[in-house]
């Protein structure tokens, strides 16, 4: 079992990742589930997307804890939100603790992944371009790779690069 994590900022490409990383296990999904924040903002059988700021940490809880009930499971699970900051990533972090799985922090290899005006033309949300910018200016400097339950345990930010 994997814990996934795609982060970028809006339109970077995590979404078309982690639809193809999904679909390369199993087309129907059985044994690798996905999910993104922004999952909780689609309404109704369309999955219009409409975004309420209101909303935001009730979205990261759903996304957190549809995680876990799919770690619970034995699935493997990925999981697309920004993840701008270690705050951010830390609660999958303990989940990767917690259910003895290997923890995979990946980012999107689009030639414009932190071009903010690449994706501000890209993001399907129509995130706005100044939003785009904070994302940019708070992106910590995290190393990707794979890191097992043991190794997170002993040193939970061991992925961190801290550039003081």
Same mark, same amino acid.
């Not at 493997?76 to 705050?87: G, K, Q, R």
């Not at 922090?105 to 785009?132: G, Q, R, S, Y």
């Given at each position: 079992? &994997?814990l996934i $994590?795609? #982060?970028g900022? %809006? *339109?970077? *490409?995590?979404? %078309?990742? +982690?639809?193809?990383? +999904? +679909?390369?296990?199993?087309?129907?999904?059985?044994?690798?589930?996905?999910?993104?924040?922004?999952?909780?903002?689609?309404?109704?059988? &369309? !999955?219009?997307?409409?975004?309420?700021? %209101?909303?935001?940490?009730?979205s990261?809880?759903?996304?957190?804890?549809?995680?876990?009930? %799919?770690? =619970?499971?034995?699935?493997?699970?990925? /999981?697309? @939100?920004?993840?701008?900051?270690?705050?951010?990533?830390?609660?999958?972090?303990?989940? +990767?603790?917690?259910?003895?799985?290997?923890?995979?922090? $990946?980012?999107?290899?689009?030639?414009?992944?932190?071009?903010?005006?690449?994706?501000?033309? &890209?993001? /399907?949300? &129509? /995130?706005?371009?100044? /939003? $785009?910018? !904070?994302?940019? @200016? #708070?992106?910590a400097?995290? =190393?990707?790779?794979?890191?097992?339950? !043991?190794?997170?345990?002993?040193?939970?930010?061991?992925?961190?690069?801290?550039?003081?």
């Amino acid at each position: 079992m &994997k814990l996934i $994590l795609l #982060r970028g900022i %809006s *339109g970077s *490409g995590k979404s %078309s990742l +982690a639809q193809i990383m +999904a +679909a390369k296990h199993d087309g129907f999904f059985s044994d690798i589930d996905w999910f993104e924040a922004d999952m909780w903002h689609e309404i109704g059988i &369309k !999955k219009e997307y409409i975004f309420d700021i %209101s909303e935001i940490k009730n979205s990261h809880d759903w996304c957190r804890l549809n995680c876990e009930y %799919s770690l =619970r499971k034995g699935n493997s699970c990925i /999981v697309a @939100n920004t993840f701008t900051t270690i705050n951010e990533i830390m609660p999958y972090v303990n989940l +990767a603790i917690k259910y003895d799985v290997t923890l995979e922090i $990946l980012e999107p290899k689009t030639p414009w992944f932190n071009n903010v005006e690449e994706c501000a033309k &890209k993001n /399907v949300h &129509k /995130v706005p371009k100044d /939003v $785009l910018i !904070k994302q940019k @200016n #708070r992106y910590a400097f995290i =190393r990707t790779g794979c890191y097992t339950s !043991k190794q997170l345990s002993t040193a939970p930010d061991c992925f961190y690069l801290n550039q003081e």
